[in-house]
Nanobody, 126 residues
Framework: VRLVESGGGLVQPGGSLRLSCVASGFTLEHYTVGWFRQAPGEKRPWQRKGVSCISSDGNTHYADAVKGRFTISRDNAKNAVYLQMNSLKPEDTAVYYC?????????????????WGQGTQVTVSS
């Protein structure tokens, strides 16, 4: 039972990337799925910041820092959740992780998830 993130890479400011989160060993469609990121220098999992969440019925939430630039979606047939990232900025540089637990408090996206995968590195630099 695990989540595998992919799709990261090196991109210039203003560029785009599409991250994928694929589940193996269980069905992802019943879960709220979140994307979280850990910036350089932040070494603790609890320092990861919520980016976006999508509920099992398709409701979405975004951190203020990415609203209007990132889009989260899910494909239940592929047992996957995606994060389309456009207009990328250097401050988006981080390792991105997905989780099957995400709570929107009205301001922040948080998680109690602990079974993190390896994540996927996103580097935005010219």
């Amino acid at each position: 039972v695990r989540l595998v993130e992919s799709g990261g890479g090196l991109v210039q400011p203003g560029g785009s990337l599409r991250l994928s989160c694929v589940a193996s060993g269980f069905t992802l469609e019943h879960y709220t799925v979140g994307w979280f990121r850990q910036a350089p220098g932040e070494k603790r999992p609890w320092q990861r910041k919520g980016v976006s969440c999508i509920s099992s019925d398709g409701n979405t939430h975004y951190a203020d820092a990415v609203k209007g630039r990132f889009t989260i979606s899910r494909d239940n047939a592929k047992n996957a959740v995606y994060l389309q990232m456009n207009s990328l900025k250097p401050e988006d540089t981080a390792v991105y992780y997905c989780s099957t637990d995400c709570t929107y408090s009205g301001k922040d996206l948080t998680t109690d998830f602990s079974s993190w995968g390896q994540g996927t590195q996103v580097t935005v630099s010219s």
